[in-house]
């Protein structure tokens, strides 16, 4: 038993007047009818069917019978074309008197499922006019299992997978299979012609249908991206008063005023992060869990030691400015130059703490936010457990050790340059 899946239109007519008219009417005269024609009609028309064993068959009409009333004959022809998705074609052709039908047909193949072109070549040929009346050309489809899940979508956006072409044919069930895991499959009863929810893993998901000679299982991928705009940015290098600075949860106190072996400056990064999570109810992602939003909540603190940033102290005042390289190589840099080279090894973006830090965060690899965006719990898993065993640590270690890195010394500039010794107590004089 056969079934229509796409219906044609009501088969076009083109009423044939003027010129073909006069020499029906002369034609008929010709051989003794002397009454007066009716109009004269030319019909074509393609369909595609769909068999209930999955078989496609095309079809092309060619209707070109002579008005009522004459004893003329037309000869009809039709070429009818068939093609697949994957590009099988069939092609049948013929001629009848007055109408013909041409019908091709391309078996049921389980791999080649989608939609079917039907297109159809038509004319008809007047021997008492000696003239081709009309051509034409027609064209129809169907679709046949034709299952999709709507191209790529983000994570976190609603998938639907929709099977079409399905005619009298039953829908026994839905299963997706994991495209990372490989073993970790979803399964639906439903037997509805659509599948959705919110995806977050790629797969292939299938659906089984009956209905068919055998039965056929379409499947198609779903294709999950990864969302945009989840990396951390770097976080901007704060100053705190001084002997307020927590790193790792301590204070750093800064000796004042400095002596030789003490520090000057320090500057740590701290990282630190949140997040939310959900677990999906329904589609072909049902029982997974992802993050739904990440937030960094690192800073970077630093200070300086007061004695630095006050200029009328005898840690400052002491600092001579004498250096020269050549007459005075043993000389003192300047307190000016002091204060800003310990501010540039502690967060300057070319030689600091701080920069090394910057690079090391916006290292991809290194990149808490992007681990985040992609971290999925498969149904019966703990999220939490996914983020413990992730390479978040791991990222956050490289980080501070690359902040970690020692720039070159606060009586240095950036490129290196000696700008003379620190005068620590017990004080030189100054010339």
């Given amino acids: 038993m056969e079934f229509e899946v796409v219906r044609p239109a009501a088969p076009w007519r083109v009423a044939y007047f003027g ?16 009454s007066a024609l009716p109009a004269y009609a030319y019909s074509t028309y393609s369909l595609a069917t769909i068999q209930s064993n999955g078989n496609v068959v095309g079809t092309a009409v060619t209707d070109g019978t002579p008005p009522p009333g004459t004893n003329m004959r037309h000869t009809a022809y039709a070429t009818a074309t068939l093609t697949s998705p994957k590009g099988r074609r069939s092609v049948n052709n013929g001629q009848g008197t007055n109408t013909y039908t041409a019908e091709t047909i391309l078996p049921f193949d389980p791999t080649d499922l989608g939609t079917f072109e039907e297109d159809g070549i038509h004319s008809a040929y007047c021997p008492c006019m000696g003239t081709f009346i009309n051509n ?4 129809a489809s169907t679709p046949l299992l034709s299952l999709t899940c709507g191209g790529a979508v983000a994570r976190g956006v609603t998938a639907i997978c929709a099977l079409s072409g399905l005619g009298s044919g039953t829908v026994t069930g839905w299963k997706f299979t994991d495209g990372t895991t490989g073993g970790v499959t979803v399964t639906s009863s439903s037997s509805a012609t659509t599948w959705s929810g919110t995806a977050v893993r790629s797969g292939m998901v299938s659906v089984s249908v009956t209905g068919f000679s055998s039965p056929a299982t379409p499947s198609t991928g779903l294709i999950v991206n990864a969302r945009s705009g989840w990396a951390f940015a770097t976080a901007a290098p704060n100053q705190v008063s001084p002997q307020t600075l927590i790193c790792n949860n301590s204070v750093v106190i800064l000796p ?19 997040y939310n999570s959900q ?9 997974y869990t992802y993050i ?27 600092q001579c ?17 002091l204060a800003a080279q310990t501010q540039r090894h502690e967060i300057g973006s070319i030689q600091g703490h701080w920069g090394e830090y910057n690079n090391a965060q916006n290292n991809l690899g290194n990149n808490v936010g992007l681990v985040y965006e992609g971290l999925i719990a498969v149904p019966g898993a ?3 457990f996914v983020v413990s065993q992730s390479s978040i640590s791991t990222d956050q270690s490289n980080i501070s050790t690359a902040e970690k890195v020692e720039p070159y010394p606060i009586n240095y500039d950036q ?11 017990p004080y030189q004089k100054c010339p």
């Fill in 136 to 139: 034409a050309g027609s064209s």
């Fill in 19 to 34: 010129a073909c008219m006069i020499r029906l009417a002369a034609c008929a005269l010709a051989v003794g009818f002397v």
């Fill in 415 to 425: 490129n290196g340059a000696f700008l003379g010794n620190v005068n620590f107590v």
């Fill in 256 to 274: 004042s005023p400095p002596s030789s072996g003490s520090l000057e400056g320090y500057s740590c990064v701290n990282q630190g992060s949140t």
């Fill in 321 to 337: 400015g004498d250096y020269k390289a050549q007459s005075n190589p043993n000389g003192f840099i300047s307190g000016a130059n």
């Fill in 382 to 384: 703990s999220i939490g």
């Fill in 292 to 318: 739904t939003s990440a937030t960094n909540t690192t800073s970077y603190q630093w200070e300086i030691v007061p004695d630095l940033t006050n200029t009328t102290s005898q840690f400052y005042q002491a």
């Fill in 279 to 287: 677990t999906i109810s329904g589609g072909p992602n049902s029982g």
